[in-house]
């Protein structure tokens, strides 16, 4: 049984930080991307940043600049940070893993970006 356990979100104030982390528990063969998707009201569900098995990376438009992501010391564990945060960062973040013939889901971590 696969399961990608998220950590790190929060409330924090515009200009702060925060630092997600994912880690995928169970054999998952051929992972070939892990990424972060996010999901605000009312808005379809966007690519934030995404890193690949040899190590490329890709981010949202958005947050360039501002965001992170980094591979984990343990095997299949990714995180992400953000800084300069931003009120428009406010979403449900979901980490997601892309493998040979399948991909995976996180259950999603809030992050508040509020004064």
């Known amino acids: 049984q696969v399961q990608l356990v998220e950590s790190g979100g929060g409330l924090v104030q515009p200009g702060g930080f925060l630092r997600l982390s994912c880690a995928a528990s169970?054999?998952?063969?051929?992972?070939?991307?892990m990424g972060w998707y996010r999901q605000a009201p009312g808005k379809q569900r966007e690519l934030v940043a995404a890193i690949s098995s040899g190590g490329g990376t890709n981010y949202g438009d958005s947050v360039k600049g501002r965001f992170t992501i980094s591979r984990g010391n343990a095997q299949e564990t990714i995180n992400l940070q953000m800084n300069n945060l931003k009120p428009e960062d406010t979403a449900t973040y979901y980490c997601?893993?892309?493998?040979?013939?399948?991909?995976?889901w996180g259950q999603g971590t809030q992050v508040t970006v509020s004064s």
């Open positions: 997601n893993v892309q493998a040979v013939a399948t991909h995976y």
């Open positions: 169970g054999s998952i063969f051929g992972i070939y991307v």
